[in-house]
């Protein structure tokens, strides 16, 4: 854990600040690779993922921007009304669950409202690297655009593209059109709202699954969950043949490790896979956002999946 200064916040764009979080003391903070986050402890007792945005080589500052989300659940409303320049804030050392794959070959990168914190860093990555890559940046209206200024030399150049959609995707950047044809060497990144996801991994579905990265923000509201019974559930580990109960307010992962089972995890939110696990049988409910349609036949990521039907047999 880090206690970091807030040194200033910025006006982005309507509805979005970005904090400037560096050393009390000035020194140098941890390395972090473009795509990576924090996890900040916000006030009121919330912690919140959010992508670091300036070049990853710059080590004496971190930079997140938050967007207010109206009817959110409180983490943004709050960083927004009671962050302020000159206070301290504990912070996570940097993880990456979104890294560039390659730094060869062609980079597209997608970005849909404030998901363009990590595709920043990746851009400048990018371009110090003289990488190539085009930017495309889908966002409402102008004046909810964030960072413009920071891609007006490659908007010149012709590699970032700007596209605004008055709030309606669909009338946005053509994704379909984009995206159809997969040219050989090229890896796709995308990040933003839960529409947004769904546009892009509809139109690049075609495209080979180890060239297609993307990081949502959170939970997508889009994916229906079932609500466990009040009773929970219970878990077969099929080496001990121990049954292990699931309380309703506990994910499977910690069922399992309350039961003295060691499991490897990370984000333990269903972006990294860490936690993956052969199931043998009964149905898991999936909600993670990295098991393929074949993988989930065959696995399950018991830091966010719950039982479909039981009871669930684990290879552990
Ligand atoms: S720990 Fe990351 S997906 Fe489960």
Known sequence: MLTLRVRSTTFEAEGILSFELVDPAGAELPAFEPGAHIDVHVPGGLTRRYSLCDPPWQRYHYRIAVLDVPGGRGGSRAMHEHVHAGDLIEVSEPRNFFPLASESGHAVLLAGGIGITPILAMMEQLKRLDHSFELHYCTQTPERTAFAGRM???????????????????????????LREYRPGTHLYFCGPAGFMKAVKDASGHWPPDTVHFEYFGADPDVPTRAMPASGCDVVLKRSGNTIHVDPSQSILQAVRDAGVACESSCEAGMCGTCKVRYLSG?????????????RREFVLICCARVAEGPLVLDL
């Open 283 to 295: 149905s898991p409910e999936h909600t993670d956002f990295v098991l393929s349609d074949e993988e």
């Open 152 to 178: 007006g030399q490659d908007t010149a150049a012709g590699r970032a593209h700007l596209h605004h959609d008055g709030g309606d995707w669909r009338k946005g950047l053509d994704m379909a059109s984009l």
